[in-house]
């Protein structure tokens, strides 16, 4: 199996700061991209930023210039720092991985969703 699992959210006032991880485990041989979407109620789940295995970021326009996506490589785990926060960024925050499995699952590519971690911005 492979697991992700997320970390970190929390309630903060709007202009405050959060910083979630997410780690993957489990029959990994590679991690090629990660990365954080969001989601409320009722709306589609939207991308918030992905990483490359290289460190490159992307980031949506709504994020660009307050979050900073990072990933340490041997650890497996993401990060997502969050600055100036809006209420508006309140959402479930998901952690995904394009994860190329080991030889117990068959060494397969494909992607791994965490479960969510909830992050609450009040006015």
């Not at 309630?11 to 990365?35: E, K």
């Not at 939207?46 to 460190?55: F, M, P, Y």
């Not at 969050?82 to 068959?106: F, H, I, Q, W």
């Amino acid at each position: 199996q492979v697991q992700l699992v997320e970390s970190g959210g929390d309630l903060v006032q709007a202009g405050g700061s959060l910083r979630l991880s997410c780690a993957a485990s489990g029959s990994i041989f590679s991690i090629f991209d990660m990365g954080w979407y969001r989601q409320v109620p009722g709306k589609q789940r939207e991308l918030v930023a992905t990483i490359s295995k290289g460190g490159i970021g992307n980031y949506a326009d709504s994020v660009l210039g307050r979050f900073v996506i990072s990933r340490d490589n041997p650890k497996k785990t993401v990060y997502l720092q969050m600055n100036s926060l809006k209420p508006e960024d309140t959402a479930v925050y998901y952690c995904k991985a394009d994860v190329y499995t080991g030889a117990e699952l068959g060494h397969r590519r494909g992607d791994y969703w965490g479960r969510g971690t909830q992050v609450t911005v009040s006015s």
